[in-house]
């Protein structure tokens, strides 16, 4: 069974090296660092280390891992991590486990447990929790966290069809994979402080850019996963509300001294069809 490491990286000159050397090189196939346009010795670097690199000419988080993906097309197994040291890399073993046993098509490497002081900020802590709850809201599944490091069978990562070429894309692959009832599952890795200056978490402008990006794509995997379901339940509540209505309508004209079973018979003639078309409209 190949498995292969896909690390998106833009200018992690000072910690591509160590990333890709912590790597348990016997549980893995292939390790690809994907340059997402760096100018410092990202590249360099990691091909030293051992790395294969691969260039991903469209800029985006989640356009860097498609296009690693693009680049091992013939791997069983996939495990992303960030390139920048946070992720702790050594706990891979643990985190393949479940997937390869059969257990879990998604694994996640939750940020708790042995975390570093400082490594996640006291804002980007509460963005996640609000971010985690939301999904939980809306997909009735509740995961612990929307992490970088996570391990999905290719089957599994095929089959959600991903989209998000931003850092949406985390929270897209495990929407999709909640909202589509695939077995996930979580396990402590902890997490560390970072080499070299975030991209994104460290400032709180850059935290509720992506705070907003994640929340609108968790929103609208949402909206997209369940479209039919909705249109189903609207078309059927709005078919019951509309035979209340005529339910009651009937009683009322029955009701009305002098009224016949013609003038019954003709407001249920003409709802009917109104009825059925609205229903078809939902549906469709």
Same mark, same amino acid.
């Given at each position: 069974?190949?498995?292969?490491?896909?690390?998106?990286?833009?200018?992690?000159?000072?910690?591509?090296?160590?990333?890709?050397?912590?790597? &348990?090189?016997?549980?893995?196939?292939?390790?690809?660092?994907?340059?997402?346009?760096?100018?410092?010795?990202?590249?360099?670097?990691?091909?030293?280390?051992?790395?294969?690199?691969?260039?991903?000419?469209?800029?985006?988080?989640?356009?860097?891992?498609?296009?690693?993906?693009?680049?091992?097309?013939?791997?069983?197994?996939?495990?992303?991590?960030?390139?920048?040291?946070?992720?702790?890399?050594?706990?891979? &073993?643990?985190?393949?486990?479940?997937?390869?046993?059969?257990?879990?098509?998604?694994?996640?490497?939750?940020?708790?447990?042995?975390?570093?002081?400082?490594?996640? &900020?006291?804002?980007?802590?509460?963005?996640?929790?609000?971010?985690?709850?939301?999904?939980?809201?809306?997909?009735?599944?509740?995961?612990?966290?929307? &992490?970088?490091?996570?391990?999905?069978?290719?089957?599994?990562?095929?089959?959600?069809?991903?989209?998000?070429?931003?850092?949406?894309?985390?929270?897209?692959?495990?929407?999709?994979?909640?909202?589509?009832?695939?077995?996930?599952?979580?396990?402590?890795?902890?997490?560390?402080?970072?080499?070299?200056?975030?991209?994104?978490?460290?400032?709180?402008?850059?935290?509720?850019?992506?705070?907003?990006?994640?929340?609108?794509?968790?929103?609208?995997?949402?909206?997209?996963?369940?479209?039919?379901?909705?249109?189903?339940?609207?078309?059927?509540?709005?078919?019951?509300?509309?035979?209340?209505?005529?339910?009651?309508?009937?009683?009322?004209?029955?009701?009305?001294?002098?009224?016949?079973?013609?003038?019954?018979?003709?407001?249920?003639?003409?709802?009917?069809?109104?009825?059925?078309?609205?229903?078809?409209?939902?549906?469709?």
């Amino acid at each position: 069974m190949k498995v292969s490491v896909i690390i998106p990286a833009l200018n992690e000159e000072a910690a591509i090296g160590c990333v890709v050397a912590e790597i &348990p090189r016997a549980l893995v196939s292939e390790i690809v660092v994907v340059d997402n346009g760096s100018t410092d010795a990202t590249a360099k670097v990691a091909g030293e280390a051992g790395a294969r690199v691969a260039r991903a000419t469209e800029r985006g988080y989640g356009a860097a891992c498609m296009a690693g993906v693009a680049a091992e097309a013939d791997a069983d197994i996939y495990v992303f991590l960030d390139g920048d040291g946070s992720d702790v890399a050594s706990e891979l &073993p643990r985190l393949l486990a479940p997937v390869l046993s059969g257990q879990a098509m998604l694994a996640l490497g939750v940020r708790a447990g042995r975390v570093e002081a400082g490594s996640m &900020p006291l804002h980007q802590r509460i963005g996640n929790r609000l971010l985690v709850g939301w999904l939980a809201l809306l997909s009735g599944r509740s995961v612990r966290d929307l &992490p970088s490091f996570k391990v999905m069978t290719a089957e599994a990562l095929r089959s959600l069809d991903l989209q998000e070429t931003t850092h949406g894309w985390t929270a897209e692959l495990i929407s999709k994979a909640a909202l589509r009832r695939l077995q996930i599952a979580e396990l402590e890795t902890g997490y560390r402080r970072r080499l070299g200056e975030s991209k994104v978490s460290g400032t709180v402008r850059g935290s509720l850019l992506a705070g907003w990006r994640i929340f609108s794509t968790i929103t609208r995997c949402w909206a997209k996963e369940r479209r039919l379901g909705m249109a189903a339940a609207g078309a059927a509540i709005g078919s019951l509300l509309g035979a209340a209505f005529l339910a009651f309508t009937s009683i009322g004209l029955l009701s009305i001294e002098g009224t016949n079973y013609k003038v019954l018979a003709a407001v249920w003639l003409w709802a009917l069809p109104v009825l059925g078309i609205g229903a078809a409209v939902g549906y469709a």
